[in-house]
Each structure stands twice: as structure tokens, then as C-alpha cells.
């Protein structure tokens, strides 16, 4: 039985809609899921990410290997009860960050030697523990361990990365496979650096293997917008069609677009938390910053017709006000217009979707921005 | 018509309950009130403070005036515009935070001349202009322009300071009447340093001017709780018994027990909120830190059968880890519980004085702390 289905196929365009089924419920798709790192999306509460209309999140397994812990989160029998979230969650399996943060990190055909970036400590994280670790988190959805490499790689540096990931997808399969998880899914990921006859490899390879959803790993590294559009636009087609397409940490809403258009179903990034915090706020007519002297005075909202709990109760002068006097309760009410444009973007997609209007959608989306 | 309405007498202590109404509705008194500095109960949107049983809080008038500044809350007409408050709100006259945050603040007969302490800016304020500044505000409660004294102070220091108030206080209750201001009420507030002579000859130069309510200030600067106590028991009786009498600054829920005994109606502290951001929360057995080593696989509430939004949903072990990694939720979820606690404590009061069991509820909450 497939978890998987498709909806909707735009007729002129790989977009599609779908829903995804977990453990914790039906996942509408295309869907963004906010980066909740610690096991909390950054200054929400578990009601407001839902009333931002986020369906799923993401949780950082490096993170919250080291911190609580996974013996803490045991007796909670996973996140979403240690964090009071009853919906759908995904866990990356930790590759990337011990990769970006951590010390000391080594590479093995055996996994990841690292020592923790907060008190050093020393860890070995193998694909098996990386999928035993998902399994104590009790992921709805857990990705494979992959190898990470920087943009830009030699092709042999690609390779080695891509066949690497292959061998350890195998082998998380194996894990999940003998821990006999029931409803939790493992997505393999596509590797290959910018190099697309590798990222052909990679995904006939993890293909074959049939995993219940694929991603595209790799992308948002550093490389220029146009090629990393490009590698994703040409490594889709290459992904079972029946079956979920994931292209992670990515990324802005032009990218959110753009590769809905190539038939991604999942998304997730920092950027709207992130910027949030920094007092960048996204509105139908393209960033804005709060901090800027003309909205002092400003009495209107963030964006004039915009749903979110921020623009329905507070002024952009406020808003201004908080950030500027850094005050805890400016970063909440960012992240809420944030998360919620967001999510909203992706719900007008999939309507678009529905009514095969997207690439009608699509022109609107760039028309407001650059009028 | 008066504003004070006494409800019910305590037969054994000078504990009462009564109602204040303003001008954004009734309080029910004993009450506390949370400091909302800046426009903001730190951590906490308009509609958790009113969550949390708080009736009415407590705007800083120095911070507002400098941050955002008086010509943007115009614009709201007001603070609960601007903050999305519609609740009492009172606020300080500037005078403590001018003497204990300003650079080179200088006292004269005429008010404060002192230097911002963000950007050094030069700024001068007369009772006359504090009056003001508050209508600006729009504050329900304005407090009068008092001069401020360190502890210890010698006698003839004390005595220039409760001369100055007094004469200030006339000054302001001028100003307020000049200026027709409607429901807005003035407060005086009692100076004389530790010295009761003092203390007696300025709460009975205040109540000569019929104020609709009074303070007693400076206390909670520094003194021995046992002199701030008989300070405060002191000179309540010197004040007319049919007003709203408050206590600034103070204090810890041993404080608010005793003080309420003595017959003060109104509190505000940043006791809760502040000590909530340093993981310090408040329970009927006393104070626990959430970061203690024993909490971090601890599944229960912070205060077992308590009925805040935090105790309801969330672990002590998760309380932890939020706060270990400094997370914003931490805060928010902290001072949820720690104003519950307060806004609780005086509700509980309030019905322990209308059923004339004060004496008994006193003991009942000295015994769960010392068991």
C-alpha cells in the first residue's frame, strides 16, 4: 500500500498536489515544513504552528542527539510528545550538520566521527544509529544518512560522496527494515554534487532500492541560483513518479515556486524563521525590513489583507518598536507572519494546482514583486 | 462618585477586597500587576496576559517616553492601542527609573534634567510634564512625579525628598485638572525614606489634597524585609481607609501575603517575570530553578494540579532543555506559569478575606512552604 498520491497534475507544468499519510496524520502536499532544530520552531507554541497552517516540521537530529538527548525523549516515547506536537514530523538524519557544526568531524565507509560543538564530547554515528536515533525520536518520516560535501567538489570528491550514500541507504534500509518501525518512513537521498550524471546514478540507484520518498540533497550549498535550479529540475524526472520528492533546505519563495513547478512535493528552510528573528518579514510584494524609519509611524499592518495573528492584531510601528528594543515578543510575532506566508504560499499553489492554473499563478506570483 | 468601592473587610486583619473601576474597566482588589516595561509583558502576547488572570499591568513611563517616544503612542491615542491592550493599564511617573537608569540625572524644584541612558540624549521633566506624558499614554492610573532616595538616607535627605513630593504632588494634581482629563486617575504617592515621622506627615499632606488613590513609595531599595514590612504596616493606617492604596515594587509572594494584611489593594513587581527569564519559577512549596540537574528527565508539571497554559501542557524535563538552550519559548512558557502564579495567589486572597478566612489561608500558605 502506498502512503503516497497524487492528486492533481498540472497539464502544463510537473506540478502536482498529493497527500502524504504518517503516522501522525495526512500531509497535504505540495507543503513547506518549518525547521523546528530543538525540538521547537523558534519562538512558537505548538497551537500557533498549526494555526500558522504548518502541517509538518522539521526536527535536527544532530541537534537533539546531544541535546536532550535521546534517553530524555524515551520517556516521552518520542518528540512529539516531549514537545507536545501531535502532527506530522521529519527528522534529517544528521549528516549535514555534523558536517557543518560539528568538530573534528571524520569521515569513514563506517559513518561520522565528530565531537559535539557544544562541550566537545566524542561520538560515532553509523547509518544504522542514525536511523535507530530517528526511530527513538519516533520520526514520521526519517531520512538516510548521506555525505555532505561543499560546493564547489571535484567529481571524483562527488563520486566517492554519491556512492557513499547509495552504500549507507542500503544499509539504513536494512536498519529500518530489522527494527520493523510500522508506520514510520525512511527517504533515501539523492547525492551527487552539481554533477548531473552522477545525480543520475544516485537516483537510479536509490531507485532500485524503493524507498517510500526520495529527496535531493546537496542543494543551497553555496552554488548560483540558476544551477541549483537546475539540478533539481533535472534530477526530478529521474525520481519515481508515484512517490514523495523532497528537495531539503531550500528555500526562498522564488524557489518554492520554481521547483513546485518541477514536481517537488516537500519543502523545508530556515529562511523564514531565521529572518524572522532578524527582522525580515515576507509579504506578496517581496521582503521588507521592520527595522527600516519609515515604518515608525506606520499604523498598517505587515501586509494589508494578510490572515496571520501578527497582522490582525499589531502595527507595523509596534512591530517595529519590539524588534528594535529587542524584545522576545518581536521575534514570536515575526516568526508568525513568516510561517504563515509561508504556508499560505504553498496552500495557493496547491489551489492553483487543483484548478490547473498554476502557471497563471506562477506570473501573478512575479507580477507583485516586480510590478 | 468614587472610583473605590470596598467589597468586603477582613474581621481580624485590615485586609479588604474592593473594586476599582478605570476607564478600560474594573479591577478587583487585592490585585497584582504585571510590568510591562516597553509596551510588552516580556514574552507574552496581550491575550496569555489576560490568560494568566492578569487584570490590569504596568507600563514604565521612562522607557516609553524615550522608546518608541511619545509621538508614535500618539498616534494609537494611546499605549493599549499601540500594544493591543484593552485592559487597565498604569504607569510609573519616570521619576525611580530617571534615578536609577538615567546618565547624570540632576534634581532640582522643578523636576529631573538627566541624559537617556541608550543614547545620551538631554531631556527635562517636570511634575507638569510627567502629568502629561502619561495622558499621552492614556494611562487608566497616572502616578505623580515623586523624588526618589537610595537606602540608607539620613533624616534631612528623607525630609527634602517627602517635601519636594508633597509639593510636586500638588503640582501634578494641578496639571491633571488643567487638563480635563476624564476618567485618567492621579495617584499621590508617600515618600520619607525609613523615617515614620516622615512617612505620617506626608501621607497626611497627600490626603489633604483627596487624591483617588495612593502609593507608598520607596520601599523594596535596598532595606531589611522587616523594616520595609513595618514601613509598609506603618503608614497604611495613615491613609484614607475608602481609597485604592498600593505598594510599589514589591514583591515576593511572602510579601504580597503580609502586605495584603496590612490592607494594601494594588502590587506590581518584575519578580515573576524577571526571575521567569532566569528559570526561576514560582510554586505553593516555594521557588524551584528549572535548570536543576534532578528535573531533566522529569515528566510532570512545574506545579502539579496548577492550571496554566505551561503546567497543562508541558514537562519539566522539556521546561529544561528549553531553557538549558535558551530557547524564546523558554521564557514565554516560564512567565506564563510565574504570572499565573501571582495573578493566583491574589485571587486566592480575595477569596479567603470574602469568606473571613484570611488568617487561615495565611497560614495554609506559610505551611506548604514549610512543611
Redesign the interface.
Known sequence: MSVFAIETQSSDTRARTGSLATAHGIVKTPVFMPVGT???V?????EEISACGAQIILGNTYHLYL??GC??ID??AGLHG???WNAPILTDSGGFQIFSLAKMAKITTDGYAFQSHIDGSRHLISPEDAVDIQLRLNSDILMCLDQCISYPAEEKEAQGAHELTLDWASRCQKQIQARNPGQNLLFGIVQGGMYPHLRRLSARGLAELDFPGYAVGGLSVGEPVALMHEMARSTLPLLPENKPRYVMGVGRPEDLVEMTGFGVDMFDCVMPTRNARNGQLFTAFGKINISNAKF??D?GPIEPGCTCYTCQ???R??L???Y??R???A??LNTIHNIHYYTALMGQMRSAIEKDRFLTFRDDFYRKRHP
Open positions: 530543538l525540538g521547537t523558534k519562538a512558537l507554541s505548538p541535546r536532550p534517553d530524555v520517556i516521552f516531549f514537545m507536545n515608525r509611524t499604523t492584531n499589531f502595527s510601528a509596534y517595529q518598536h519590539l528594535r528594543t524584545e522576545i515578543l521575534y514570536r
